[in-house]
C-alpha cells in the first residue's frame, strides 16, 4: 500500500497534526477557586494596591466562567478602580463601555453611561461628552450596588460616600494640612467640607459653568502648570543627587553664609551638624537651578528659539 504522503507534504501534515492537538487541548484550570481570587484582589483593593487589584481582578475576570452579572460587576469595579484611584480615565472609560456594551441588561448600565460622560469630560473630549449625554437614558440608580470599601458614612442622595472615600481623599491633601487632621472631629469636618464641595461642584455643573470661557482658560491655565510641574519633578528634582561628601564640600565653600556675627563681632562657623538641614536646602536649590537652566536652554536650542530682547518696552 502506497503512503497517502509524499516525503514533502509530510512536515506540514506534522505541523498540522501539531496544531489540532493543542487546539483540542483543554485551557489549564485556575489553581484557586474562584471565590479565593476574587477574595485577594479585593483584600489588595482594601490595602490601597490598586493596580495590583486591578491585575488581579482581570485574570478572575478572563480564567474562571463567571455569569454575566458577575462579569459585568468586576468590568464596573475595574473601572471603579481607573477613575476614582488611578486616574486612568482612558482606561476607565472603556471599562465603563465594556459594561454598556457588552452587559446591556446589567444594573450597572445606568451608572456606566454616567462615568462615560464624566471620562470624556477629563479627557477634554466635551463634544463627545455631550454626545453621549444625549444618547443616554439614565434611570432611577437607588437600586445599583456599589462595591466600595470601608463603611457608609455619608450619603449625597443616591452617591455612596465610605470611609474608604475619606481615607483616600485625606491622603491626597499636603503634608502639613493631613497633620491638622488628629481625631474623629477633625475627620467628621473634614468630611462636611468634601460633601460641601461635593454640592458645590454638582450645583455648578448643572448651571453649565463648566462652559464658562473663564472657568475653561483657568482649567488650561491649570492643567499647563501642573504638566510644567510634572516634567520638572521628572527632569530636574529626582536628578539631583546628594551625597553627603558633596555637603561637606558646599558647606566649606560657602562657610561665611553659615557664619553669624555675635556681640562682640567675633566671627565662628557654626558646626556642620548644627546647619546641616539648612546646607541641603541650599545645595538642592543651587543644584536644581542649575539643572533647570540647562534643561531650558537645550530646549531652547533645540526648537530654535529667539528673544528679541531689544523689542521688549
Known amino acids: 500500500m502506497k503512503n497517502l ?10 505541523v498540522l497534526l501539531a496544531l489540532l492537538a493543542a487546539g483540542c487541548e483543554q485551557k489549564p484550570k485556575p489553581n484557586l477557586p474562584a471565590e479565593k481570587a ?7 483593593y482594601n490595602r490601597e494596591l490598586y493596580k495590583q487589584a486591578v491585575v488581579e481582578y482581570q485574570q478572575y475576570l478572563q480564567n474562571y466562567p463567571l455569569d454575566e452579572e458577575e462579569q459585568a460587576n468586576i468590568s464596573f469595579t ?14 476607565a472609560l472603556a471599562y465603563y463601555l465594556r459594561v454598556k456594551e457588552l452587559y446591556p441588561r446589567s444594573g450597572l448600565v445606568d451608572d456606566s ?53 475619606l481615607e483616600f481623599e485625606m491622603k491626597s491633601l499636603p503634608p502639613f494640612m493631613l497633620a491638622q487632621i488628629k481625631n474623629r472631629g477633625d475627620k467628621l469636618e473634614f468630611l462636611r467640607q468634601y460633601v460641601a464641595t461635593e454640592l458645590l461642584y454638582d450645583t455648578a455643573k448643572r448651571k453649565g459653568l463648566e462652559r464658562d470661557q473663564e472657568v475653561i482658560d483657568a482649567a488650561f ?12 519633578q521628572e527632569e530636574v528634582a529626582q536628578k539631583v543627587d546628594v551625597q553627603e561628601s558633596d555637603l561637606d564640600l558646599y558647606y566649606r565653600a560657602n562657610l561665611a553664609r553659615y557664619t553669624p556675627g555675635d556681640s ?17 536646602q541650599d545645595y538642592m536649590r ?20 529667539v528673544i528679541y530682547d531689544d523689542k521688549v518696552q
Open 113 to 165: 453611561e454616567r462615568r462615560v460622560v464624566e471620562c470624556l469630560e477629563r479627557l477634554q473630549r466635551s463634544a463627545d461628552a455631550q454626545h453621549a449625554l444625549e444618547q443616554s437614558t439614565f434611570l432611577d440608580t437607588a437600586q445599583v450596588t456599589k462595591k466600595r470599601p470601608g463603611q457608609v458614612i455619608a450619603k449625597i442622595g443616591d452617591r455612596e460616600i465610605t470611609s474608604g472615600d
Open 38 to 44: 476574587r477574595d485577594f484582589a479585593n483584600i489588595l
Open 286 to 305: 543651587e543644584k536644581q537651578q542649575a539643572a533647570y537652566d540647562r534643561l531650558v536652554e537645550r530646549m531652547m536650542k533645540a526648537e530654535n528659539v
Open 264 to 280: 562682640a563681632g567675633q566671627q565662628t562657623p557654626r558646626p556642620f551638624e548644627e546647619v546641616r538641614n539648612q546646607v541641603m
Open 221 to 232: 491655565q491649570a492643567k499647563k502648570n501642573i504638566l510644567v510641574q510634572k516634567l520638572l
Open 5 to 14: 504522503l509524499t516525503w514533502s507534504q509530510r512536515p506540514l501534515a506534522v
Open 78 to 91: 475595574i473601572a471603579n478602580i481607573y477613575f476614582d484611584r488611578l486616574r486612568d480615565y482612558e482606561a
